[in-house]
């Protein structure tokens, strides 16, 4: 069972810039970067391919970067220009129509306007 750890977020004002990153516990394969707004539905907003290959969502195509480091089973999002609507709990894991790892704790990101 693949264990996954989320980090990096924090406190940031708008137009700033934070790097979080995600931790697993063995290999990970396809990943993606998941965000939850309080009394919002958790969304994901990228992912990439075992081979590097990226998608993003609208809301943050430009801005936000994923990568990965497959010799350290960590996956990242470089998140650029954040914005206060970029404010939410951050979450690393599969793809959907993939089977999930177990969900970790996230990574709160707030942005102050």
């Not at 810039?17 to 009394?39: D, E, T």
Request: hydrophobic letters at 30%; glycine letters at 14%.
């Amino acid at each position: 069972q693949v264990h996954l750890v989320e980090s990096g977020g924090g406190l940031v004002q708008a137009g700033g810039s934070l790097r979080l990153s995600c931790a697993a516990s063995g290999s990970i394969g396809v990943m993606g970067w998941y965000r939850q707004a309080p009394g919002k539905e958790r969304e994901l907003v990228a992912r990439i391919s075992s081979g590097g290959s990226t998608n993003y969502a609208d809301s943050v195509k430009g801005r936000f970067t994923i990568s990965r480091d497959d010799a350290r089973n960590t996956v990242y999002l470089q998140m650029n220009s954040l914005k206060p609507e970029d404010t939410a709990v951050y979450y690393c894991n599969r793809p959907p129509g993939y089977y999930y790892f177990p969900w970790g704790q996230g990574t709160q990101v707030t942005v102050s306007s």
